[in-house]
Protein backbone atom coordinates (compact mmCIF):
# COMPACT_ATOMS: atom_id res chain seq x y z
CA UNK A 1 0.00 0.00 0.00
CA UNK A 2 2.93 2.69 1.13
CA UNK A 3 4.17 2.17 -2.74
CA UNK A 4 1.05 2.67 -4.17
CA UNK A 5 0.43 6.04 -2.07
CA UNK A 6 4.18 6.80 -3.27
CA UNK A 7 2.97 6.57 -6.48
CA UNK A 8 0.17 8.24 -6.39
CA UNK A 9 2.09 11.00 -4.85
CA UNK A 10 4.61 10.99 -7.83
CA UNK A 11 1.78 11.07 -10.60
CA UNK A 12 -0.61 13.36 -9.19
CA UNK A 13 1.91 16.20 -7.13
CA UNK A 14 2.81 18.48 -9.43
CA UNK A 15 -1.23 18.49 -10.88
CA UNK A 16 -2.72 18.92 -7.52
CA UNK A 17 -0.47 21.79 -6.84
CA UNK A 18 -1.18 23.44 -10.33
CA UNK A 19 -4.85 22.78 -9.69
CA UNK A 20 -5.27 23.48 -5.77
CA UNK A 21 -2.30 25.31 -4.97
CA UNK A 22 -0.57 23.19 -2.59
CA UNK A 23 0.17 19.54 -1.65
CA UNK A 24 -2.00 18.86 1.61
CA UNK A 25 0.14 15.87 3.13
CA UNK A 26 -2.15 14.54 5.79
CA UNK A 27 -5.38 15.28 3.50
CA UNK A 28 -3.83 13.55 0.28
CA UNK A 29 -2.90 10.47 2.43
CA UNK A 30 -6.56 10.50 4.36
CA UNK A 31 -8.24 10.19 1.06
CA UNK A 32 -6.10 8.22 -0.92
CA UNK A 33 -6.17 5.61 1.93
CA UNK A 34 -9.67 6.16 2.15
CA UNK A 35 -10.57 4.75 -1.44
CA UNK A 36 -8.48 1.71 -0.58
CA UNK A 37 -11.01 0.52 1.63
CA UNK A 38 -13.56 -0.06 -0.75
CA UNK A 39 -12.99 -3.13 -3.02
CA UNK A 40 -10.49 -1.58 -5.56
CA UNK A 41 -10.38 -3.28 -9.78
CA UNK A 42 -6.96 -2.64 -9.68
CA UNK A 43 -4.07 -4.49 -11.48
CA UNK A 44 -0.40 -3.82 -10.74
CA UNK A 45 1.69 -3.07 -13.77
CA UNK A 46 4.65 -4.92 -14.16
CA UNK A 47 7.45 -4.86 -16.71
CA UNK A 48 10.75 -7.18 -16.55
CA UNK A 49 12.55 -4.13 -14.20
CA UNK A 50 9.77 -4.50 -11.55
CA UNK A 51 6.28 -2.28 -10.73
CA UNK A 52 5.82 0.60 -12.61
CA UNK A 53 2.49 1.59 -12.26
CA UNK A 54 -1.29 0.44 -11.53
CA UNK A 55 -4.26 0.25 -13.99
CA UNK A 56 -8.40 0.58 -11.76
CA UNK A 57 -11.04 0.08 -13.94
CA UNK A 58 -14.38 -1.74 -14.04
CA UNK A 59 -16.87 -2.85 -16.18
CA UNK A 60 -20.35 -1.20 -15.70
CA UNK A 61 -23.74 -2.21 -17.41
CA UNK A 62 -23.58 0.73 -19.63
CA UNK A 63 -20.34 1.40 -19.81
CA UNK A 64 -16.50 0.50 -18.88
CA UNK A 65 -14.80 3.12 -16.42
CA UNK A 66 -11.58 3.94 -15.81
CA UNK A 67 -10.53 5.43 -12.43
CA UNK A 68 -7.04 6.00 -13.08
CA UNK A 69 -3.87 4.97 -15.16
CA UNK A 70 -0.92 6.12 -12.71
CA UNK A 71 2.97 5.38 -14.44
CA UNK A 72 5.63 5.84 -12.66
CA UNK A 73 7.51 8.94 -13.69
CA UNK A 74 10.58 7.14 -14.92
CA UNK A 75 8.56 4.92 -17.34
CA UNK A 76 6.28 7.23 -18.43
CA UNK A 77 6.32 8.19 -22.29
CA UNK A 78 7.38 5.36 -23.30
CA UNK A 79 4.08 4.24 -24.71
CA UNK A 80 2.92 2.07 -21.81
CA UNK A 81 -0.26 4.30 -20.99
CA UNK A 82 -1.38 4.60 -24.82
CA UNK A 83 -0.87 0.77 -24.69
CA UNK A 84 -3.14 0.19 -21.68
CA UNK A 85 -5.68 2.44 -23.21
CA UNK A 86 -5.65 0.84 -26.16
CA UNK A 87 -6.57 -2.51 -24.65
CA UNK A 88 -9.42 -0.87 -22.45
CA UNK A 89 -10.84 0.29 -25.63
CA UNK A 90 -10.59 -2.87 -27.36
CA UNK A 91 -12.63 -4.27 -24.49
CA UNK A 92 -14.98 -1.70 -24.42
CA UNK A 93 -15.61 -1.50 -28.07
CA UNK A 94 -16.16 -5.11 -27.82
CA UNK A 95 -18.81 -5.25 -25.34
CA UNK A 96 -20.48 -2.15 -27.05
CA UNK A 97 -20.11 0.35 -24.89
CA UNK A 98 -17.83 3.66 -24.69
CA UNK A 99 -15.05 3.82 -21.89
CA UNK A 100 -15.15 6.64 -19.52
CA UNK A 101 -12.95 8.48 -17.69
CA UNK A 102 -12.25 11.98 -15.46
CA UNK A 103 -9.34 13.68 -15.46
CA UNK A 104 -8.17 16.92 -13.28
CA UNK A 105 -8.61 20.39 -15.21
CA UNK A 106 -4.57 21.03 -14.97
CA UNK A 107 -3.67 17.31 -16.23
CA UNK A 108 -3.40 18.89 -19.39
CA UNK A 109 -0.91 15.81 -20.32
CA UNK A 110 -3.20 13.34 -19.32
CA UNK A 111 -6.05 15.00 -21.08
CA UNK A 112 -3.62 15.37 -24.47
CA UNK A 113 -3.46 11.49 -24.70
CA UNK A 114 -7.12 11.04 -24.17
CA UNK A 115 -8.05 13.71 -26.79
CA UNK A 116 -5.06 11.67 -29.18
CA UNK A 117 -7.06 8.26 -28.47
CA UNK A 118 -10.25 10.11 -29.37
CA UNK A 119 -12.11 10.77 -26.17
CA UNK A 120 -14.30 13.88 -26.20
CA UNK A 121 -15.24 16.11 -23.27
CA UNK A 122 -18.20 15.30 -22.40
CA UNK A 123 -19.18 17.56 -19.53
CA UNK A 124 -16.58 20.38 -17.84
CA UNK A 125 -17.43 19.12 -13.92
CA UNK A 126 -16.00 21.19 -11.12
CA UNK A 127 -12.58 20.08 -10.68
CA UNK A 128 -12.71 17.95 -13.76
CA UNK A 129 -13.25 16.68 -17.28
CA UNK A 130 -15.70 13.64 -17.87
CA UNK A 131 -14.53 12.40 -21.03
CA UNK A 132 -15.82 9.73 -22.94
CA UNK A 133 -14.19 7.32 -25.99
CA UNK A 134 -15.99 6.26 -29.32
CA UNK A 135 -17.83 3.38 -29.21
CA UNK A 136 -16.55 2.07 -32.68
CA UNK A 137 -12.91 2.56 -34.51
Known sequence: MEWLYELNKASFLEVVVRQFGNWDETFQR????????????????????????????????????????????????QGLGTTLLQNLLTNARARGVPLRLQVLHANQKAKRLYVRMEFREVEKLENHYLMESRMTD
Do not use: N
Open 30 to 77: EMFFSKWTQPRHARIIETETGRTGVLISEQLEDCDWLHEIQIDPGYQG
